[in-house]
């Protein structure tokens, strides 16, 4: 998978809420560890953590989450300064 811009994973979210659809499905570069749960982006010092959902790995070793798209947009616009018009408030 190619390394996403936030205003990418935005509009992909946006479209995903546009299609009625609540989660967006993302691709992080760790192995799954077996866990339900795994941090997709933040946790840094001052910055709130997004959480998914593991679905399961790939074939490149990756673990394939589900995150609410809502949720998404919001940590996007707060800590990446990117905002998407989706019709939905945040």
């Known amino acids: 998978m190619t390394p996403a811009t936030a205003d990418e994973l935005a509009r992909y979210a946006a479209n995903r809420l546009a299609c009625g ?4 499905q993302l691709v992080v570069p760790r ?3 077996g866990a339900r749960r795994m941090r997709v982006l933040g946790g840094s010092k001052g910055v709130k953590t997004l959480w998914g959902e593991v679905c399961c790995e790939n074939a490149d070793g990756h673990t394939v989450v589900w995150v609410d798209a809502v949720d998404l947009l919001a940590w996007l ?5 990117v905002r998407v018009e989706t019709g939905r408030a945040p």
Do not use: M, Q, V
Request: with cysteine; aromatic share 8%; net charge negative.
């Open 21 to 24: 659809l609540e989660r967006a």
């Open 31 to 33: 192995p799954c560890t």
């Open 77 to 81: 616009a707060a800590y990446e300064g």
